[in-house]
């Protein structure tokens, strides 16, 4: 069945240093992928979504790019702020949006002043 | 309301007794789903409505676990017999449907304590 495997957190990192996330999927077919955040107090949101091999999605300065040759969808970010500590899940949603999503464990990023 | 609404937002109950879980979904969106969230761990899948469609119920852990969605817009999860492990965020989410290209939209959850 599908899956998706995230790097375990914490993730503490001081502001304005370069963030990344790892997230890799096993999946049939050609899913898309998505990343979604969850801040303290809040309901999951979408960050960024990736629909297509090689494309890249982006959202307030974090980036992920669909490589189907290695199954990955890595979150970056260049710069953290402390308003980026938050919860950040990797999903995948396959069969062309006829199932449910496909969450990752989530990875906690703390970013310090 | 313009989001997902979820109610309570804070249940605590005794093991063995029954509790009910409510989501108003965002009007108009045709794909209700259920997530349950525990500690420390990621998102659990649990059932997913979609139109008149017959539920994807794949994800629920036993029996004790049951959904219903009437009128095509408010769902209900319901838990039997309460059980310690099922103390955790049981969150719900909505979407347009079919060719949404998968966006989601969460509600606040219903954190459950099973005492």
């Known amino acids: 069945g599908d899956s998706v495997t995230q790097m375990e957190g914490p993730v503490t990192l001081s502001e304005e240093a370069f963030l990344t996330i790892n997230c890799t999927y096993t999946?049939?077919?050609?899913?898309?992928l998505f990343w979604y955040v969850q801040y303290p107090g809040e309901g999951l949101q979408l960050l960024l979504k990736?629909?297509?091999?090689?494309d890249k999605g982006s959202n307030k300065g974090f980036e992920a790019t669909y490589r189907k040759e290695t199954t990955s969808f890595h979150l970056e970010k260049g710069s953290v702020q402390v308003s980026d500590s938050a919860v950040y899940f990797c999903?995948?949603?396959?069969?062309?949006?006829?199932?449910?999503?496909?969450f990752g464990s989530g990875t906690r990023l703390q970013v310090q002043p | 309301g313009a989001g997902v609404s979820q109610s309570p937002s804070n249940k605590v109950t005794e093991k063995g007794k029954d509790v009910e879980l409510r989501c108003d979904p965002i009007s108009g969106h045709t794909a209700l789903y259920w997530y349950r969230q525990s500690l420390g761990q990621g998102l659990e899948f649990l059932i997913y409505?979609?139109?008149?469609?017959?539920?994807?119920k794949s994800g629920l852990p036993s029996d004790r676990f049951s959904a219903e969605r009437t009128g095509g817009s408010v769902s209900t999860l319901t838990i039997q017999r309460t059980q310690q492990e099922d103390s955790a965020v049981y969150l719900c989410?909505?979407?347009?449907?079919?060719?949404?290209?998968?966006?989601?939209?969460f509600g606040e959850g219903s954190r459950l304590t099973v005492l």
């Open positions: 409505f979609q139109g008149n469609s017959a539920p994807d």
């Open positions: 999946a049939t077919g050609y899913p898309s």
């Open positions: 989410a909505s979407s347009p449907g079919v060719g949404s290209n998968g966006e989601l939209f």
């Open positions: 990736a629909t297509k091999a090689d």
């Open positions: 999903a995948l949603s396959d069969q062309g949006g006829r199932r449910a999503l496909t």
